[in-house]
Structures are given as structure tokens and as C-alpha cells.
């Protein structure tokens, strides 16, 4: 038997299958696999067995490669953790290496299981960092990838299993103090981030610098000297995930993320344009998968979107759900807050976990609507979508600028619209220019009609910066949006909630074309005609818009005597109490 790869598991049923595929797939045959498991309460011992795996008792790591090592029948020793996957010809570069630069003792440089820019930084900075002390001092943090022979690992007695951190590194030192040291340029691994995930990078380069501080002085530090455990301080912990449809709901979602942050330990989910608009503003952001509506013609297309919906869903719920169970696993969340985020409400179904609903969507499942007939099929299906995402929720937290009767009020709360600090502080005032704000960019007839007024038009939601006759297109900028909503003196947009809100918080009458067939936008537009603070219709004219401008001033009036806001505070002090009322 030329290696012996041993594998120390507790609990690994998701990360081990992935591993021993990747071991499978290598060229290199001549090896046996020994997983040192230390009592595990899932599948990973089945796991295992089912994949020919020689199964041992282990324990903490130290303790589980050592006794991996002592039921290894190979020349050479391979530590590896269960969370890696292994690039192609891993174990035959490997080898090759390790025995042409005649080596004892060696590390793999790695590479992230992550398109994160950063994850790939800090893995790179790693690589450079081990490649340069390598000839100072023998260091590897991790276990990824140590290989050295039986021999060697005889000859210092294994791992010291009085350690409870940094194990590795001891055991490299020692190894390196009689033979050579090197880090493999030719091999990597890929390796997990959930320990950044769980944690966060700042945390987990903290904790790594700081022991690499203390062994280059020869210092030995615990675990307990890092706080590295899977412990919390005595914050309550919550998982809050966010849909990634647009950007309204991360807009929202930023502003009660600023204030639970403040006392509490949050972790966030969340897909597409939502997760790249908070990762850049919070610690602890994962992307997750997400449903995305497909537009054309200004009209949501229900087929196209059931198909792409249900061809991504495999895949999105395999790998979404995985991590958000992993990183709850190690959390120990006592609360779940959803904005209109699938996955998280069966992540609360299956851990019971108590499920906070909190979005504007709801209105249309908690509510008594008085709706045209012609709109009853889009509002079934709206409803079926809506319920569908979130089932049962401890409560349900509704924004909204219009109140029908709740069905439910003691379950069922409203709450005005949350809307950012950045448009409360805005000083507006009605200047010549008009904003335009659509969902898609696919309502080309609207910017027809708008060029037949000598009106200027700042037009967003075209994804470009030019100027084409009276229409001033901008790609997005939030500086540059909030002032030129600020000096608007009206507002032509889809049905879209938040901008919705803030046009009306800043005294803007609203034009509303809402996306056909898409029956949220349609109840807003409906209700704000309703409240007579500006305009709902399917299709624009010419005359549609004259008439709109033309009636601005008594939209302006209804607005500033009827639209309530209260500075976002009722529904943050709804949240403490509720959290404080699930986590005792």
C-alpha cells in the first residue's frame, strides 16, 4: 500500500460525500481511506462504510489522526479535513512531489470553495504567507493536506493530543526539526469557508494571525486563548434572509439590519442583487439561491418564469439549504426572520425554529381586498405564489402606505413603510424634472411617449448613461438617485413598493404602470390611485401623462395630509419585543 489518507470526522454527512468523490475521480489508485470518526450523531459513519471506508474511533483531531495513523497500512500518511474536494491528479502531483524534492513533511496550498473576491484573497495571502516562511519555520494551520511518511510520524509518536489548538502546526515543527520541510507548489485543495461563514473573516483572521503570532515566538496558545469554539457571547442569535428580487427588499432590509446588528449576533442570507448590496455593508452575508421573474414587454411571463424557477431549484435547494442548515447548526439560532425568503421558511420548519415574517407582500394573504374582478386570476395566483414562500410564520410584520382590514389582527400586524436615513434626511422640494423608475427595461413605449413632452425626464432602470433627446438615462448611484428624487416634482414608475414609498414620503404624486400580470405592483398602483396620491394604468398615453401633471398639486395635498410615516420606530420596537419574547 503505497498511501493511506486518514480523515477525522464528527458530523460530516454533508462535506464527506463530496471528498471521497473527488478521491475517487483521481488517476492515482494505490490508497486506502481511514475515517476516524468521533461519535458521530448523523449519517457520516454510513457514509463512510457504504464508500468502502475503513472506519475508526476518533475524537478530537489530534486524537482521531493518531488513531487513524496507527490502523494505516501505507508508506506514506495523508491528513486531510472532510471539508476539502480534491483538484484533479491531487494525489498523484502530490506524491511526485513530496518524493522528488525528498521531503518529510509537507502542506497543500489551497484555493476557496467560494466565488467570494475576498475568500479567494485571503486563501491567496495564505499561500504567499506559508511559501515564504517555509524556510524561517515549518508552519501549516488547518490540516490541509499535511503528508509525511509512517516513519516520521512513528518516530515523534503522532499528533500531541494534550493540544486542543494548533496540533498541526506542533506536529509539523517536530517533523520538520529532522527532515525537511516544504510547502507542494504542483497539488491544492479546494477548501470550505464555512468556518468564515459561521464566524466571519475578520474573526477567523484574527484568530489565525494571532496564533501564528504566538508559535513564531514558540509560544504554545489554546482555544480558550482565541475563543475558538462555536460558543456566542450572550447576544441572542438570528438568521435573517432577504429575497433577491430587485432591490426593494434589501433597501429595507439595510435599515432594520442596522439597528438588530447594534445588540444581537446576525447572520444573513440572500440571493442575487441583495447579497452583493449587503455583503458591502455587514459582516456575516452567504449567498444563497433565488427565484427571479422573467420580463418582457413591461409583462411578467408566468411560464418562463415556472420554467427557469423549476430548472434552478434542484440545484439552488441542494446547495441554498445545505449551507444555511450548516451555518445554523453551528449558530444555534433562536430566531428566524424571513423577507420574503423561501428557503428560510424550511430551515424553521425543520430545525423549529420560531419564522418572523417581515415584508409588504403579505398584505395580499393577511388582508380584506376590495379588487376589480377583472384582476381574480393574477390575485389567486399571486396568492399561491405568496403563500407558498412563507407557511405559518410566528407572526406576520406588514409594511405598507395603505390599511385594509386585517383578518387576523392578532397574528397579523401593519406597520408604515421602512425607509432608509438617507431619504428621511432629504430636504425635497419640487423642481423642473421629472423621475422615471422602472422594474424592468423593458417598457421601450413609455420612453416614446415621454419624448413627445418638452418636459426633462431622469429616467433609472436602463442599466446606461446617456442623454437622448429630453431623456437623461443614469445607471444607478444612490447619491445621485436620492437628489434627484429629492428635486423631482413627480414620479412615473412600475408598482414597485419601496420606491412607492419613498416617492410618497417625500410628497411626490406617483404615476403608477405596473408590470402586467404582476399582481403586488397592481395592488399598490391601485390602492395609491385609490388614496388619490397619484395615478394607476395598465397602458399610458400622451393624454394619460398631461392629466397626471395636471392634477399634481391636489395629489401633493392628499399626500401631506393622509401619508403617515413614524420614522421607522413602531416596527423596530416590534422586533425587540418579539425577539426578546422568543429567546426567554
Sequence with gaps: MKLSIIIPTFNEEYYLPPLLESIKRQDFNDYEIIVADAGSEDRTREIAEKWGCKVVKGGMPATGRNRGAEAAQGEFLLFLDSDVILTRDYLKLCLDE????????????????????????THDFANFFMKRVENIK?????????????????????????LDFGEDTDYIERIGAISQFKVLRSPKLLVSTRRVQEEGLRNVA?????????????????????????????????????CGEGMGHAIRDKVLLNHLTKDHEVHIFASDRAYRYLSARFDNVYEIGGFNTVYEDNTVQNAKTFIKGMKDLPGDLKSSLRLMYSVAKAVKPHLIISDFEFYS???????????????????????ELEIPRKYRTDRIAAEGVVRSFIQHPTRYLITTYFYPPLKNPKKAKYFPPVLRDEIMNLKPYNGEQVMVYQTSDSNLTLLDILKEFDDEFVVYGFHQDKKDENLLFKTFNEDEFFQDMAKARAVISNGGFTLISEALYLGKPVLSIPVKKQFEQILNAIYLDRLGYGEFHEEVEMEDIQRFFSRSDEYRKNIKNYFYHDHNQAILEELDRIINKCTH
Aim: some cysteine; overall charge neutral; charged content about 25%.
Design 98 to 121: 513530496f518524493q522528488q524534492r525528498e521531503l518529510g513533511i509537507a502542506i497543500t496550498q489551497i484555493a476557496p470553495l467560494s466565488d467570494s473576491f475576498l475568500n479567494k484573497i
Design 138 to 162: 515549518p508552519h501549516g494551520a488547518g490540516c490541509y493536506g499535511i503528508i509525511t511518511t509512517r516513519k516520521l510520524h512513528d518516530e515523534v509518536e503522532g499528533f500531541d493530543e494534550d
Design 206 to 242: 484574527f484568530k489565525y494571525a494571532k496564533s501564528t503570532f504566538y508559535q513564531f515566538r514558540g509560544k504554545q496558545i489554546t482555544a480558550e486563548d482565541l475563543d475558538y469554539t462555536f460558543g456566542h457571547p450572550d447576544q441572542k442569535r438570528i438568521l435573517y434572509s432577504v
Design 345 to 367: 421558511n424550511l430551515l424553521s420548519k425543520i430545525l423549529r425554529i420560531p419564522l418572523i415574517s417581515l415584508d409588504n407582500m403579505h398584505v395580499l394573504t393577511q388582508a
